[in-house]
C-alpha cells in the first residue's frame, strides 16, 4: 500500500510537485465546474478552451516556452472571447451559447492563421495536452495564485451568482449586478482553464473542471456539499492518475482525467441522487 | 399619486402592446388589471417595473425607486433543477437590507420564518425547490415577497394554476398589503375574484377601455369591447401618427 501509493511522493520532487498542481487546479477549478453545470453550461469550458490556446499560442511563438508570455496570450483571448460573446448575448438577441460559438471559433481561426503565417512548425502537443511532471516553481506559483484568486473571488460574488443562477429575473428587479457577476464568473472559468493547461494542456484542462462537477451532481443535492464533492473528488483523481502513470508509465494530464471518468462512470451506476441502481432498485415506497 | 402614465406606450419592436394609456396609481390602491391575453398586461407589468422602455410616452413613479418595487412575474423563469433549499429562496427577498455581503443574523432569520409561516411551508425550509408543487412554489415566491417589503407590489396573474385553497391563502397575503397601505397591481382572468376582492380595475385591451371603480369597469358591455380587441400584430402596421 505504502508502496504504491506513498512512496512515488516521497521518493520523487517531480511527483510532489505535479501533487500540489493537481491540488491547486482541484481546488479552484472544480467550484466553477459545479456553476458551469448548473447553468447548464458545460461546454462553455470546453468553448472557452478553445478561444485560450490561439493566445498561448501567439505568446509562445513571440517569446517561446515563457510562462508569462503564454499566461497572458491565454488570458488575454479568453477575456476578449468571454467579454464580447457576453456583450453580444446581451446587446442583440443571440444567445449566450450562440455567439460564444462565433467568438471562440473567430479565435482559433486567427490563432492557426497566425501560426501559419509565421512559418515555424511548433510542436503544440506542449498546449494541447500539458505535462504536469514538469511543473517549475514559477508555474506552481502561478497556479497557486490563480486558485486562490479563484476562491477569493468566487466567494465574493457567490450569493448573486446564486441567485443569478436560480432565478436571474429576480436578481435583475432587485439589482444591477447580473451582468458584472456573470462576466466576473466567466473571468473565473478563463484563469482556471489558463492555470489547467500548464498541467493537463488546454484542450484536457477543462477535464479538471467538468467531470468532478458532473460526479458531484450524482452524490447531493445541497450546492455547499456540491462543491466540496467536486473538489474531493479532482484531488482523488489526480492522486489516483498520477500514482496509476507512475507505475503504469502512462502519459499523466491523461491518466488523472481518465481516473476523474472512472469516478464518474461509478457514480453513474452507484449515485444516490439520480444514480442507475436508485433508479432499478428503489426499495419499497414510503407511507408520506 | 403614486404612479402616472402619460399617454404611455410600450411595445416590441416598434409594434405597440399598450397604446396611448393615461391615468394615475394612488399610493395605497389595490387594482386588478383584467383583459385578454395579449391584451398588454404583462407588457405594462413590465414597464411599470423598468424592465421595459416606453416606445413613446412615459411613466412617472413620484417617490418610488428600484427598490421600493416587488415584482412577480407571470413565468416566473426560476431553474426548479437548481439545487436550492426553500429557505434559502425566500431569503433572497432580503436583498435590499443584507445585499451581496450583509450577514443574516437572529432578527433576519426571525423575518424569513415568520414569512415562511404566513405561507403556510413551515416544515418545508429543508426541501428543494424542485420538490415543491405549483401552489407551494407560488406560496414560496410569495413569501419572499413578503421579504421585500416593498411599497409598490406587481403581480403578474399570481392565481393561475393555483388550487382554490391556495388562491384564498395569498389573497389575504394581498388585502394584508393593502390594509398595510401598500400599492398592489395584480394581472387576473378570475372576474368574480375581482369583483369581490378588488376596489379599482383597469380593464385593458391595448388601450385602455375602463379604468375606476370595479363594478363599474366590469360591465357586460365593457368586457364584450375589451373581447373584440383585435390581437393581430400587423406587420404592415403603418407608423402611429398620435
Known sequence: ?288 | MQLRFKNLTLGYDRHPAIHHLDGEVASGALIAVVGPNGAGKSTLFKGVVGALNPLSGHIERAGIGARDIAYLPQAAEIDRTFPIHVYDMVAMGLWHQVGVFGGIGDREHRKIKDAIAAVGLTGFERRTIGTLSGGQMQRMLFARLLLQDARLIVLDEPFNAIDSRTCTDLLELVRRWHRERRTVLAALHDIDLVKSHFPETLLLAREKVAWGETAKVLTAENLLKARRMCEAFDEEAAACAA
Not at chain 1, 517531480?14 to 458551469?36: D, I, K, S, T, Y
Not at chain 1, 514538469?134 to 451568482?161: G, Q
Not at chain 1, 479538471?208 to 473528488?233: E, G, K, N, S
Open chain 1, 1 to 288: 500500500m505504502y508502496e504504491t501509493l506513498v512512496a512515488p511522493f516521497v521518493e520523487f520532487e517531480f511527483m510532489r510537485r505535479a501533487l500540489v498542481g493537481v491540488g491547486a487546479l482541484a481546488l479552484g477549478a472544480a467550484p466553477v465546474g459545479v456553476f458551469l453545470m448548473l447553468r447548464r453550461m458545460s461546454l462553455v469550458g470546453d468553448a472557452m478552451a478553445h478561444a485560450i490556446l490561439p493566445g498561448a499560442a501567439i505568446g509562445f511563438l513571440v517569446s517561446g516556452l515563457s510562462l508569462f508570455a503564454m499566461t497572458s496570450g491565454g488570458l488575454i483571448a479568453g477575456f476578449v472571447v468571454a467579454l464580447l460573446a457576453g456583450l453580444v448575448a446581451r446587446a442583440t438577441e443571440l444567445k449566450e451559447d450562440a455567439s460564444l460559438a462565433v467568438f471562440f471559433l473567430i479565435s482559433l481561426a486567427l490563432g492557426v492563421t497566425i501560426v501559419s503565417m509565421k512559418g515555424t512548425n511548433v510542436d503544440l502537443l506542449h498546449f494541447l495536452f500539458g505535462n504536469v511532471l514538469a511543473l517549475d516553481d514559477a508555474m506552481l506559483a502561478f497556479m497557486a495564485v490563480n486558485t486562490s484568486v479563484s476562491l477569493l473571488a468566487l466567494s465574493v460574488i457567490y450569493r448573486p451568482l446564486v441567485i443569478e443562477c436560480v432565478d436571474p429575473n429576480f436578481l435583475r428587479s432587485v439589482s444591477r449586478l447580473g451582468a458584472p457577476v456573470h462576466m466576473a464568473f466567466m473571468a473565473l472559468v478563463v484563469i482556471n482553464l489558463v492555470s489547467g493547461f500548464h498541467a493537463l494542456g488546454t484542450l484536457l484542462g477543462v477535464g479538471i473542471m467538468m467531470i468532478p462537477a458532473a460526479v458531484a451532481r450524482f452524490w447531493t443535492r445541497d450546492i455547499t456539499a456540491m462543491i466540496a464533492t467536486a473538489v474531493l473528488t479532482g484531488i482523488v483523481s489526480g492522486v489516483a492518475g498520477l500514482v496509476v502513470s507512475f507505475h503504469v508509465s502512462v502519459p499523466s494530464g491523461p491518466a488523472v482525467i481518465l481516473a476523474a471518468a472512472v469516478l464518474y462512470l461509478m457514480s453513474i451506476v452507484f449515485g444516490r441522487v439520480g444514480g442507475l441502481w436508485r433508479q432499478l432498485f428503489p426499495g419499497r415506497h414510503l407511507e408520506a
